[in-house]
């Protein structure tokens, strides 16, 4: 089990950027799934971007490629999410979560949130028009 936890969250102007940060407890460098959900108060939990720890293979949905890069620095045990052209729809409190998985390296994480079992508490990201 993994403690994760976020940073990096605030408020920025339409078009701007921010980099978010999952500091987890324990070596990520082994067999995980990770990845960035977000949820509004009107909505469910959204995956944004995931990725194989131990391949590096990433799961985007198409509204959101091109805007968010999800990375990790192994040697850090640490996730980043790079949010770039925010967006008023952008605005939710994101979430960084993990799993273990063993699953080929080239084999995407989903991006289903009840597959998730180790969760932070999340970072408010606010976008202003």
């Known amino acids: 089990q993994l403690l994760l936890e976020e940073s990096g969250g605030g408020s920025v102007q339409t078009g701007g950027s921010l980099r978010l940060a999952c500091t987890a407890s324990?070596?990520?460098?082994?067999?995980?799934?990770m990845g960035w959900f977000r949820q509004t108060p009107n909505n469910g939990r959204e995956g944004v971007a995931t990725?194989?720890?131990?391949?590096?293979?990433?799961n985007y949905p198409d509204s959101l490629k091109g805007r968010f890069t999800i990375f990790r620095d192994n040697a850090k045990n640490t996730l980043y999410l790079q949010m770039d052209r925010l967006e008023p729809e952008d605005t939710a409190t994101y979430y960084c979560?993990?799993?273990?998985?063993?699953?080929?390296?080239?084999?995407?994480?989903?991006?289903?949130?009840?597959?998730?079992?180790?969760w932070g508490q999340g970072t408010q990201v606010t976008v202003s028009s």
């Open positions: 324990g070596s990520i460098y082994r067999r995980f799934c």
């Open positions: 979560a993990a799993f273990f998985s063993v699953r080929g390296s080239e084999t995407p994480c989903p991006r289903t949130p009840n597959k998730y079992t180790d």
């Open positions: 990725i194989y720890t131990a391949g590096g293979t990433t």
